[in-house]
């Protein structure tokens, strides 16, 4: 059974910072690795989608990356905002679309 | 375009009421799916389906029912409803692109509180 974790659970930053976010995943069987965005009380927004053939993925200040061997992916953010504070959410993807989530990474930047 | 939209986006039931959670796509997207959110839990997968008419049980199946007689729609049916399915419920439409990638995109979630 895959599972999926995500390090930290929480993230405290000034306005300003580069950082990373950690997601692990026991099973490299996985088709893809999304990561979403999830405000208070709403949906998901989709970020990021790695295919299973590709090493990273880029938009504006974001990049995720991929390693199947060693079960990871990491997304990077570059020069946090205030507006950059929300949950993230690694998600590994198998067949039919189905997604494995992680718990989430509760990101606060502040000024 | 929409994407994906659920109704309703708020609910409060009473023990044993039975309820449907709707969900739509106008992406002619062929697989969809049903997760339920919940604290420190993370999403778990319900439900899913491949096409109209097919459908299978995911991690948490128990007490929800699913069919999809369209392309379009995949309704979520409580069909006696528990306080431990108080959740926020999210549907989820995936598409296939070439190679057979798939992404997924989510709509805005249903707030179900079981009293």
């Known amino acids: 059974k895959q599972e999926v974790t995500q390090i930290p659970a929480a993230l405290s930053v000034p306005e300003g910072e580069n950082l990373v976010l950690n997601c692990s995943f026991t099973d490299s069987a996985i088709y893809n690795l999304q990561w979403f965005r999830q405000d208070p009380g709403k949906g998901l927004t989709s970020l990021l989608l790695i295919q299973s053939s590709q090493r990273e993925q880029t938009s504006g200040r974001l990049n995720a990356s991929l390693d199947k061997s060693s079960g990871r992916s990491t997304l990077y953010i570059a020069a946090s905002q205030p507006g950059d504070s929300a949950t993230y959410l690694c998600a590994g993807g198998t067949s039919y679309g189905k997604l494995t989530f992680g718990q989430g990474t509760i990101l606060t930047v502040h000024p | ?115």
């Open chain 2, 1 to 115: 375009n929409a994407g994906v939209t659920q109704t309703p986006k708020f609910q409060v039931l009473k023990t044993g009421q039975s309820m449907t959670l709707q969900c739509a796509q106008d992406m002619n997207h062929e697989y969809m799916s049903w997760y339920r959110q919940d604290p420190g839990m993370g999403l778990r997968l319900i439900h899913y389906s491949v096409g109209a008419g097919i459908t299978d049980q995911g991690e948490v199946p128990n007490g929800y029912n699913v069919s999809r007689s369209t392309t379009e729609d995949f309704p979520l049916r409580l069909l006696s409803a528990a306080p431990s399915q108080t959740s926020v419920y999210f549907c989820a439409s995936t598409t296939i692109g070439a190679g057979g990638h798939t992404e997924a995109f989510f709509g805005q979630g249903t707030r179900l509180t079981v009293v």
